[in-house]
């Protein structure tokens, strides 16, 4: 199982996310860096823990300001395989992007405009290069719900798929950054039966290697990590131990 960290970008700092409450959100502090800026830190994550991807939530994009195009970039060139939440909403989000080399874009059920938006994202850059993620808070799905057949989280991921997806991201807000385990486990379960060829991927509220043993047993491909990572609870030997 691959672990991929997570940078949390608001106002060109790294920030600590903590239950989804980005307006409280604080410049991060971490065992493995001094710096909150975002370049420092995915160099600390790639030399200190030896990780080659990298999640970006660009907040500020996500909340409506300009993308922060130049710093993708800059995390691509360290050598890092980067995804990149902008809050996209449909095909037309990624006009400013340009030919930034990311190696995907983030498509959350929390921006997306619908299953036709989806849909666009995913013929515009290619199955492999979008992940969709399944938003939630307690365990219900956020976002624009009026347009999908569904408002249960199954339903959507069914929807989601059947418009070609196949790489996704389960995440439930009001656990990021709480150290209280996903709480996605279930669904994770239920659709990898579905669908075992998926691609999918876990984060928000991973308490320790125990909880990434679970993951890695139920078949998700990687898990998205912050916290953990910056108190030292998980460290280089056991994301070696989980490869």
Not at 200 to 210: D, I, K, N, P, Q
């Amino acid at each position: 199982m691959r672990i991929i960290p997570v940078i949390d970008i608001k106002d060109g700092q790294a920030v600590h996310a903590v239950a989804g409450k980005r307006e409280a959100y604080r410049p991060v502090k971490s065992r493995l860096t001094t710096s909150s800026d975002p370049v420092d830190l995915a160099k600390a994550y790639r030399d200190r823990l030896g990780l080659g991807e990298l999640y970006v939530a660009d907040l500020d994009a996500i909340g409506g300001m300009p993308p922060a195009v130049k710093l993708y970039g800059e995390l691509a060139d360290l050598g890092l395989k980067v995804m990149v939440d902008t809050g996209i909403q449909d095909s037309s989000s990624l006009e400013p992007m340009g030919s930034v080399p990311v190696d995907a874009w983030i498509v959350g059920l929390e921006t997306v405009s619908g299953p036709e938006g989806l849909a666009g994202v995913v013929e515009a850059v290619g199955a492999d290069r979008a992940i969709f993620s399944l938003d939630m808070r307690d365990r219900q799905p956020v976002g624009r719900l009026e347009g999908w057949g569904s408002r249960d989280a199954m339903g959507i991921a069914r929807q989601a798929l059947g418009l070609g997806v196949n790489r996704m991201i389960l995440i439930d807000l009001a656990q990021v950054g709480m150290g209280r385990g996903t709480g996605t486990e279930e669904l994770a379960r239920a659709l990898l039966v579905l669908a075992p060829k998926l691609e999918l991927l876990a984060g928000g509220g991973v308490r320790s290697l125990e909880d990434l043993e679970e993951l890695r047993s139920i078949s998700v491909a990687g898990a998205l990590l912050a916290t953990v990572l910056h108190n030292g609870r998980v460290g280089r030997e056991a994301i070696r131990s989980l490869a």
